[in-house]
């Protein structure tokens, strides 16, 4: 059996999501924990978080994942969205700890022409400030693959294995990855070969044991194509074979999986998940 699951949303209240999570036939989901297109979040109050912690708690879901909003940018070479951005992690990583959520997925960021290797020091930087600001939280934070847009941080294994090495603690920190992007940065998905070569690799350069999430998306962009555009499961580039084949993967097998898919007249989440199970023989 697979554990799949969704992106879910937080509008009402936070505490909501878990009941729309069961609804989607989730076994496992993941919420913005706060507006993702803002840099303000409003303060969780007492009675919000126990309501979440106590509605987890009766669903028998989880893992639950926060994901960080989309506007900070860790590798952002402009110091006042840099430390707009360092603050944001920290800040996130305290609402996890409140929220009773174990794994935040951060986005690495664009370094917006100052180059990679001065991109991989700003983030390295600014995780190991936001830990040392937080101390030990509980959460671990994981990092996702990038799909190689212009100026990304993270995109190729290698560079998500130089940042990892990077951080002061190991033990806190993980890897999430990616299909779509990992489609659009060049990694061929499509075949039982292509997928333990990826596998393989993260193995040698970080550890197997570094992966706790598999965000399964398709892809509406070709093979190496740098585009971050995600597509329902089968109906992209990575197509249903090759999301078999995923999920014929052990190493990806055991993981939560969590969907980042459209929501439109096409398919829904619950859609989703249930081509997901049925690709996965389950």
Request: no cysteine; hydrophobic share 45%.
């Given at each position: 059996m697979v554990r799949v699951g969704c992106h879910i949303s937080i509008a009402g209240s936070i505490d909501r999501a878990v009941d729309r999570a069961r609804d989607a036939g989730c076994d496992t989901f993941q919420i913005f924990s706060r507006n993702p297109r803002g840099w303000r979040a409003r303060d969780?109050?007492?009675?919000?978080?126990?309501a979440f912690r106590a509605a987890v708690r009766s669903s028998g879901l989880g893992p639950v994942f926060d994901h960080m909003p989309y506007l900070p940018n860790?590798?952002?070479?402009?110091?006042?969205?840099y430390e707009r951005s360092a603050a944001a992690l920290a800040e996130?990583?305290?609402r996890c700890a409140l929220l009773g959520i174990p794994y935040l997925v951060t986005h690495l960021g664009h370094h917006r022409g100052a180059g990679i290797e001065e991109g991989r020091k700003r983030v390295i930087a600014a995780?190991?400030?936001?830990?040392?600001?937080?101390?030990?939280?509980?959460?671990?934070?994981?990092?996702?693959?990038?799909?190689?847009?212009?100026?990304?941080?993270?995109?190729r294994i290698e560079d998500l294995a130089l940042i990892y090495d990077g951080l002061d603690d190991r033990g806190e920190f993980g890897i999430c990855f990616d299909t779509c992007h990992a489609f659009g940065a060049g990694y061929d998905l499509r075949t039982a070969e292509g997928i333990d070569a990826?596998?393989?690799?993260?193995?040698?350069?970080?550890?197997?044991?570094?992966?706790?999430?598999?965000?399964l998306n398709d892809s509406k962009g070709d093979l190496g194509s740098g585009l971050d555009r995600h597509e329902h499961i089968g109906l992209g580039s990575i197509g249903e074979e090759g999301f078999r084949e995923i999920l014929r993967n052990p190493q990806i097998r055991r993981l939560p999986l969590i969907c980042e898919t459209?929501?439109?007249?096409?398919?829904?989440?619950?859609?989703?998940?249930?081509?997901?199970?049925?690709?996965?023989g389950n």
């Open positions: 969780l109050d007492a009675e919000v978080i126990e860790l590798a952002s070479p402009d110091d006042a969205i996130e990583l305290r995780i190991n400030r936001a830990f040392d600001e937080t101390g030990d939280t509980g959460v671990m934070l994981l990092l996702e693959n990038s799909a190689g847009e212009k100026n990304s941080v993270g995109t990826v596998v393989a690799e993260i193995d040698e350069l970080i550890g197997a044991d570094s992966l706790h999430l598999i965000h459209p929501v439109d007249a096409r398919r829904d989440d619950a859609g989703n998940i249930a081509k997901i199970r049925e690709l996965a």
